[in-house]
């Protein structure tokens, strides 16, 4: 079992940026990859990035790819999501998910997952 809790999210202007952290506890964190989906109001969820456990493999979505940053800090059982350059349509809440199996961007292969943190970028 994981728990998952996301923090980091607010308002910010187009152009800036916000650091998102989702802190796990319970058992083996560092086995886990680890992922960020984000769904805006009335869209599906979508993907944003994803890490192995081993910090070897990441994947970002196109959206996102050279503004948005994902790392891990297995000691801290810790995954952030730097975002910067933030545009109005980053308008989402924003939410960490763990899983083991399956493709890194489908929301599927992601067991746990937490509450989500709003981020709303004005123009």
């Known amino acids: 079992q994981v728990r998952l809790e996301e923090s980091g999210g607010g308002l910010v202007q187009a152009g800036g940026s916000l650091r998102l952290s989702c802190a796990a506890s319970g058992r083996n964190f560092n086995t886990y990859r680890m992922g960020w989906f984000r769904q805006a109001l009335g869209k599906e969820r979508e993907f944003v990035a994803a890490?192995?456990?081993?910090?070897?493999?990441?994947y970002y979505a196109d959206s996102v790819k050279g503004r948005f940053t994902i790392s891990r800090v297995n000691v801290k059982n810790t995954v952030y999501l730097q975002m910067n350059s933030l545009k109005p349509e980053d308008t989402a809440v924003y939410y960490c998910?763990?899983?083991?199996?399956?493709?890194?961007?489908?929301?599927?292969?992601?067991?746990?997952w937490g509450q989500g943190t709003q981020v709303t970028v004005s123009s």
């Open positions: 890490i192995s456990w081993s910090v070897s493999m990441i």
């Open positions: 998910a763990a899983g083991e199996f399956g493709r890194y961007s489908s929301p599927s292969a992601y067991n746990y």
